[in-house]
């Protein structure tokens, strides 16, 4: 039916002129195999130019195009506008971010907090290249698999509401990651990301809400790897208490 | 807590509202989970009192047992009752979720390590209820 439409009501926000965002509502036509991504680039192509957001791959792989789809952080590349029919279907950028433009949301704090963690192998001593690599069974790899299918979408930030209270929690996706390093049997980074990790603004603060892990389309699961942290760090302090020649792993 | 972070000029922070946990199933889940330790601190609080009147002798403690018998402590400790069982399956619910049990390269399911804990509350419920039933 090529004539049947959707209602799209989307947040804009204009910086310099707008003191809060408003919505605003695009009529758009409605197909079985459109998702909201392309609902939003049809506004974009054919009514309103100045709209602003942010995707790339279309694949859910990229995780650029997370946005509040009818209240519920989601990928809109993957979020299907049959899924919300008849309308309409409300389109605001991910919660607890500061918002940039319309539907783009500031990326700034994500990326120091990933940052901290180190979210990459630290040896404490490299050896040569010519040694060939760091060699690692299915079953190592098995360990920390889930938790290195993070994209970085940021959805379970969105889905935090502790990280909207406080906005210095270190937050799912970078504990998680810090966790998949952790856990990785070619890294020797704990004592690094131990401090990040155990510190007030750390995985302490969460108090296992569990939304994180029901909106990460990836399946990761940053609930589990908070909690496993809070484990191994709680672990870690009482072996330091009961064995301070040891000192902390 | 933490201090609040800076605001920079021209981006739009938002504000997150009272009734935020209204929003989603496992927000209201969380905070329904939260307040049943309010009802379970306070069933402690009376615990303790009942205590105290046991080594302030027999018609002292016997006072209290009557007064807990009237209508409003009955239905205090049906909802305490209540609150505590929600708490302890939500409880019991995440263990297999935090605890990773390894048996050589194999991890346990979550479902039967959370098994196990209910099993062992099981057990340990029996037990007491044992215990007092002989008493």
Known sequence: MPDETITLEVTRYRPGHDREPRSQSFTVPYRKDWVVLDALNYIKDRIDGTLSYRWSCRMGVCGSCGMMVNGVPKLTCAAFLRDFQPGPVRVEPLANFPVVRDLVISLDDFMEKLLRVKPWIIRQTEKPVAEGEHRQTPAQLEVFKQFSMCINCMLCYAACPVYAMHPGFIGPAAAALAYRYNLDSRDEGYRFREPVLNDSVGVWECTFIGECSVVCPKGVDPAAAIQRSKVAGAQDWAKSMLMPWRGRS | ?135
């Open chain 2, 1 to 135: 807590m933490t201090t609040p972070r800076v605001e920079r000029p021209g981006l739009y922070y938002p504000k997150l509202p009272a009734t935020w946990w209204l929003r989603r199933p496992n927000y209201v889940r969380f905070m329904i989970r939260e307040v049943t330790s309010v009802f379970i601190a306070a069933f402690l609080v009376v615990l303790l009192c009942q205590i105290r009147q046991v080594g302030q002798g027999p018609e002292a403690y016997a006072a209290v047992m009557a007064r807990l018998a009237s209508p409003g402590w009955v239905l205090f400790h049906v909802v305490a009752l209540a609150f505590a069982i929600y708490h302890s399956i939500t409880w019991f619910n995440l263990t297999g979720v935090v605890q990773v049990v390894r048996i050589g390269d194999r991890q346990l399911p979550p479902a039967l390590i959370a098994g196990g804990a209910f099993a062992a509350w099981g057990v340990v419920s029996l037990v007491i209820l044992l215990f007092f039933l002989r008493g």
